[in-house]
């Protein structure tokens, strides 16, 4: 072995070998099976340009386009504690939450943020169902503590994007203790005035549903979203009897006064804005008013 079959060779192969075409450039819409082109997808906000399903959707992306300009300053969130019960599944607690960060790139389930939308200032909030189903654990509560009482500081009014599959079984009670924390937390908007907005996505289940994501003083579903405390599936098998088309869906839901708009995600930036404005006594947002893109951000507060 010398230094031209180590070192020449293998760059001369590198250089004539066969580049592999990554394999994320395609997305699957799961409703009609349409292959996305990541790039088409990404720029319509997730949204299948065939039959208008709603794929999921990190907070950062969401962000990004919900913010003037794409910018937008995380707010800080307090530190929970690691793994509280010293559970244990098939996997270490710490572990999945290793796991989770490595896929999503995020340090929790929930993302706090501030900014302006169409020069509305504002708090938001959104949950990442990729981490560990956006299950709702000390974290979560902590995010929505953190960001009402960084609307009331501001005086702001708050925005909460919901995606989860309930409560976080390794936290155990801790998890449910959320519910009354995150209510506790709300009441404190509703006391300084200032108005909470809930956007419920696909899914928005469990104790989530139960608690801040059917808190808000305007509920927003995007369409089609699954929003319920138990899943259809559970509801089929307990009363042993067929449930009706749609059931437990976004447009159901409107019609049985249970939310007030179902929007489309390209319609919720100029949506969210109206309300807020009229809710705090603005005049409407004047298009076109804005500076030009810069670079999105997203360093802590």
């Known amino acids: 072995m010398n230094w031209i079959t180590n070192y020449v060779r293998p760059k001369i192969n590198s250089l004539f070998s066969r580049r592999e075409v990554p394999e994320n450039l395609w997305t699957k819409c799961p409703e009609c099976g349409t292959m996305l082109f990541h790039r088409e997808l990404a720029d319509s906000l997730n949204v299948c340009g065939n039959c208008d399903h709603h794929l999921p959707i990190s907070p950062r992306e969401r962000f990004a386009a919900l913010f003037d300009a794409g910018i937008f300053t995380e707010v800080k969130v307090p530190e929970a504690v690691a793994d509280p019960l010293m559970f244990r599944d098939q996997k270490k607690y710490p572990d999945r939450l290793k796991a989770a960060q490595k896929d999503t790139g995020e340090r929790e389930a929930m ?26 654990g000390a974290h979560v509560g902590n995010a929505i503590i ?104 976004a447009e159901y839901l409107l019609d049985h006064g249970m939310i007030d708009r179902v929007t489309h995600r390209k319609a919720l930036r100029e949506e969210i804005a109206t309300i807020l404005r009229m809710l705090t006594l603005q005049p409407p947002a004047i298009k076109g008013d804005l500076p030009r893109p810069e670079a999105g951000g997203g360093a802590p507060a």
């Open 111 to 136: 993302l706090v943020a501030e900014g302006e939308v169409l020069r509305t200032p504002i708090v938001a909030a959104a949950q990442e169902f990729a981490f560990m189903a956006g299950s709702m």
């Open 146 to 249: 953190a960001g009402a009482e960084r609307a009331v500081k501001l005086r702001r009014p708050f925005v909460l994007f919901a995606a989860s599959g309930g409560a976080r079984m390794q936290e155990g009670i801790l998890s449910l203790m959320q519910m009354p924390r995150t209510t506790v937390a709300l009441a404190l908007l509703r006391e300084a005035g200032l108005p909470y907005v809930v956007v419920l996505t696909n899914p928005t289940t469990g104790g989530v549903t139960a608690s801040y994501a059917m808190l808000g003083d305007v509920q927003i579903a995007e369409p089609n979203a699954l929003i319920c405390f138990a899943g259809p599936r559970v509801i089929e098998q307990t009363i042993r009897e067929k449930l009706p088309e749609g059931f437990q869906r």
